[in-house]
């Protein structure tokens, strides 16, 4: 008893970033296109969300195998299709990938507006009163503008850890260590976990800097019950590169320069990461 208590403190004291099997090197990065196929996502005034996360993705993962050798990219789609959400998982954890990004675009509301056309009269019983008339209409543009990434919130960790001992032979250094009827397994299983998140925390913070030195604004890095995130066995991101429904950043995204920009952005925060985590 006094063993295992003495290695249950351990494993506690353990720095995040030295838990994972691969915790000191970056050799698959996984790039997820949002949405796809039937699922549109998020629409502009004249493009959609899945055609722009397409776009981003496919010069992301060139400029990844352009310059950074060693490293494999894995897609999830490279078309207009869609995989679901447990497929883009089970792509990412049957290839024991070491990052899982996932390229979408942002967007807001429609807005309810009202406008006043006149009144008429109404009898009720012996009065009569006035009533206004109004025209309802529904405006979808926004000055809304930026960029932000998101990492997965902390009431989804239950499906992480799932993940994690779905797919331990790719987490951890020794295969076999997780065992499911060991009471301890929970204990290591958490530790994983808390480490993916400080690493995805590190890494969107890293790609949200990237985005400010090209003069973009940038909304931080934010928590949030993302499927999407919650099911693969390793560190994540969520990038929102932008707000469709916003004309000028609408146009921006559907330039080749813009997604270019986005795309090296994101690259320069998971360059300046792999440095990081090799460095150690």
């Not at 993705?57 to 310059?67: A, F």
Request: charged fraction near 25%.
């Amino acid at each position: 008893m006094q063993i295992r208590t003495l290695v249950v403190l351990l494993l506690l004291s353990i720095s995040p970033y030295l838990v994972h099997a691969n915790a000191n090197k970056l050799s698959k990065i996984v790039l997820d296109a949002g949405h796809g196929g039937h699922d549109v996502g998020a629409r502009g005034s004249f493009s959609a969300e899945k055609d722009l996360t397409l776009g981003i993705v496919l010069k992301l993962g060139k400029i990844i195998n352009d310059s950074m050798k060693g490293v494999q990219v894995i897609y999830t789609r490279t078309t207009d299709v869609y995989p679901t959400l447990p497929e883009r998982h089970e792509i990412a954890n049957k290839a024991n990938a070491d990052l899982f990004i996932s390229v979408h675009i942002n967007s807001t509301p429609f807005h309810k507006n009202r406008e006043l056309q006149g009144y008429r009269t109404v009898k009720k019983g012996k009065k009569r009163y006035k009533q206004p008339i109004y025209k309802v209409t529904y405006d979808h543009v926004t000055q809304a503008n930026g960029t932000e990434s998101y990492v997965l919130g902390l009431h989804r960790n239950s499906q992480k850890e799932s993940a994690i001992g779905e797919y331990s032979e790719g987490v951890t250094e020794e295969p076999g260590m997780l065992n499911e009827n060991d009471p301890m397994t929970a204990i290591i299983v958490a530790q994983y976990a808390q480490s993916f998140l400080s690493r995805s925390v590190n890494l969107g913070t890293k790609i949200q800097s990237q985005f400010e030195k090209q003069g973009r604004a940038s909304r931080g890095v934010l928590q949030k019950g993302l499927e999407v995130l919650a099911g693969s066995a390793m560190p994540g991101v969520l990038v929102e590169c932008g707000y469709v429904n916003n004309p000028d950043e609408e146009t921006y995204l559907n330039s080749e320069r813009g997604q270019f920009e986005v795309a090296l952005a994101i690259f320069r925060g998971i360059r300046e990461y792999k440095w990081e985590i090799e460095r150690q």
